[in-house]
């Protein structure tokens, strides 16, 4: 196929726009995407796998240095201080689909992970649960938190909250003892029946995991025409 010459109009709109924005579009491509690709970010989360900690409609920081220094837009990385651990609330690229995903760290290199009727087990031993404050769950949807039964979670010294829905056909509520390998992660939500995680998708491999999450921002309720929950506002996540 032929291509036509740009017609002179086309050509001369196309000029003045690149004269009066080119700054702010050269200022983007070479400030801000390094930046939000290397150093820090936000992620909006529409859905409710991490409920009650992160709720529909958060928007939270990514704190992309937590674990290491990367190549922009790459998996590449330049530096590494840490590795993700156990407790951590991380963002990550599924392996399933590539979606970026937020999710908790239930187990680290070498750790034997096993659910038995929604109790965790770290390397032989069950948790510990104990009830949950007020507080750690304000916020969430009234009718979802009448059918729910949460807990305060102790994985190694990370509490934090968890939820179960009783009867709801979601996660697996059960697994049997699985090892995870060298260079990879089991990644949970804590809305433990309503999440797709390692349960589905299998371990997470390290390179995966980009930044991690460790407050709210801002928060709109999306189940109430975008109402702000102030109190939610720059809110830190455990």
């Known amino acids: 196929m032929r291509l036509r010459p740009i017609p002179a109009p086309v050509r001369s709109f196309l000029k003045r726009q690149w004269t009066e924005w080119r700054s702010t579009i050269l200022f983007a491509v070479f400030v801000l995407t390094p930046v939000k690709s290397s150093f ?19 928007l939270v920081y990514v704190d992309k240095l937590a674990y290491d220094l990367r190549v922009p837009l790459t998996y ?10 156990k407790g951590d609330i991380v963002v990550f690229f599924s392996p399933k689909d590539e979606m970026r995903i ?10 034997v992970i096993e659910l038995r009727n929604r109790t965790l087990f770290l390397n032989g031993k069950p ?36 939820m179960a829905i009783p009867g ?13 390998p060298a260079g990879h992660y ?26 991690k999450a460790t407050s709210v921002l801002a928060s709109f309720d999306i189940l109430d025409k975008y109402q702000p929950r102030t109190g939610r506002f720059l809110k830190s996540l455990r």
């Not at 529409?46 to 409609?57: A, F, Q, R, V, Y």
Request: hydrophobic fraction near 40%; avoid cysteine.
């Open 186 to 211: 089991f990644i949970m939500g804590d809305n433990r029946d309503n999440s797709a995680d390692s349960r589905d998708y299998g371990m997470v491999e390290r390179k995966r995991i980009v930044g």
């Open 76 to 85: 590449q990385r330049i530096a590494k201080w840490q590795d993700p651990a």
């Open 127 to 162: 948790l510990d649960y104990g009830p949950l404050p007020a507080t750690e769950s304000a916020g969430l949807n009234p009718a979802l938190a009448s059918r729910s039964v949460m807990a305060e979670e102790d994985l190694a010294g990370a509490e934090h909250a968890v």
């Open 168 to 180: 709801f056909p979601g996660a697996p509520t059960s697994f049997p003892p699985v090892t995870v």
């Open 102 to 111: 937020v999710k908790r760290v239930v187990g680290t290199p070498g750790d």
């Open 40 to 58: 820090a970010d936000m992620n909006w989360v529409p859905t409710g796998s991490m409920n009650p900690t992160i709720l529909e409609g958060d």
